[in-house]
Structure formats: C-alpha cells, structure tokens
C-alpha cells in the first residue's frame, strides 16, 4: 500500500490559516488523495479529496504539488471546532470497482483560543 | 437525522462471550464497512458489503463475521471475544463501492475483560 507521512502534531491560533502537509512520494498516477479527520470521541469525518488539480470546498481547500509527491491542507480560519487528528490517505483501488481507505496515524491539530 | 448509527455505543463483557453490533445507515447507500481503531488510534478496514455482496475482507479472525440482511445494515458478530479485540469499532457506508465518501459511524466502544 502507498503510504503516506504527516507530523504527528501541529497548533494553531484561533481564527489563523492552517496548513496542514503530507508526503506520500510512492503515489501511483491512479491514487486520489483524501483527508479525512476524527474529531474527539467521534467518527472520521470526510474533508476534501483531489487527484491532481487544486480543490476547494467549504471546509478547506487541498494543495496538491506538481508531482503528487505531496499535498497540504488548508484550513483557511482555524476554530476550536476544527480540533481534531487529520487523516491523509491514498485512495486505492481494490478491484471490482471498489477502493479501500488505509489509515495512517494522521496530525493530532491543537487550536490554541 | 442521524445518517450512519451503531448499537451499541458502549459493550462491556467477559472473554469468550459472543457479541453482536449492529449498524444502520439511512442514506440509502449501497456499500457499508466495518473498521477497527485500535488502542493506538490505527483505523483498519475489515470488512465491506456491497448490496448485500461481500467485497472486501481484510485479515479478520473467523471469530469476526458479518452480516447484511439488506443493504442498509451491517451487523458484526464476534464469537469468543478475546482481551485483544478491545477497541473502538466504527461502520461507514458510501453511495457504491467506489463512491468517493464515506460516513462514518459514532462508533462502538468495545471493552473485554
């Protein structure tokens, strides 16, 4: 499985942007690049996914290098809401039309009032 | 409205008991998952269903067995539970099986003792 490295943890202050990186120099041309985050006590949750291009929804916005050797997200105004650990993930496929999501052990983001 | 739900929130029982949990989504989903999350936060996949239809299967003990009676339930039944089956269980289902989301489940917090 491709692998992906993210730091173990980041802060940010309050209402500041959040770039959040991750390295994942083994991609294949087919791998979609997914972040997803787990809030305290809950479920993880989907935050934005691309292949190649640049993507923006209203939760953040991904940053995807020229090589797709690496990806940053960005968290335009970080809230204490948006506390959580943040997964990067290579999307594979698994056959039959189906993909898997291996998860790694993401960024625990601290947001700081 | 809750989208992916899981009974029971919190299962507490002796080794080698049998244990059922069970998973409903309403988003009218074709594909559900069952992943694990480990002591040390690691989530893996174990299982997926797709209409019914077993597409994945991860490197689960035979004590793990699934179940889908339709497509919007996922039970995971586990026979003679053991100490290292403590974890925090979560189901997810996406639109198919190659569905770009998947939603996540609150989780099943699992002691064995």
């Known amino acids: 499985d491709a692998k992906t490295t993210q730091p173990n943890s980041m802060e940010s202050n309050e209402e500041e942007p959040v770039h959040l990186p991750c390295n994942h120099s083994?991609?294949?041309?087919?791998?979609?690049i997914h972040w997803y985050r787990q809030l305290p006590s809950q479920g993880p949750e989907y935050v934005i996914h691309?292949?190649?291009s640049n993507v923006n929804n209203r939760m953040a916005s991904l940053a995807i290098a020229e090589d797709r050797k690496s990806s940053t997200l960005i968290l335009h105004r970080a809230t204490l809401r948006d506390a959580a650990v943040y997964y990067c993930?290579?999307?594979?496929?698994?056959?039959?039309?189906?993909?898997?999501?291996?998860f790694g052990k993401g960024t625990k983001l601290s947001v700081i009032p | 409205d809750t989208a992916v739900s899981q009974t029971p929130k919190y299962l507490v029982t002796q080794m080698g008991n049998d244990k059922s949990i069970k998973c409903e989504q309403n988003?009218?989903?074709?594909?559900m998952y069952w992943y694990k999350q480990d002591s040390k936060k690691f989530l893996k996949i174990m299982f997926s269903?797709?209409?019914?239809?077993?597409?994945i299967n991860e490197t689960v003990p035979n004590r793990f067995s699934p179940k889908s009676p339709d497509k919007a339930h996922l039970n995971l039944h586990i026979n003679s539970l053991e100490l290292g089956d403590s974890a925090v269980y979560f189901c997810?289902?996406?639109?198919?099986?190659?569905?770009?989301?998947?939603?996540f489940g609150p989780g099943t917090r699992l002691l064995v003792l």
């Open positions: 988003l009218g989903h074709d594909t």
């Open positions: 997810a289902s996406s639109p198919w099986a190659g569905g770009e989301t998947q939603y």
């Open positions: 083994t991609i294949s041309g087919t791998d979609y």
């Open positions: 993930i290579l999307r594979r496929d698994s056959g039959a039309g189906s993909y898997q999501l291996t």
């Open positions: 691309g292949l190649t």
């Open positions: 269903y797709n209409n019914k239809e077993l597409i």
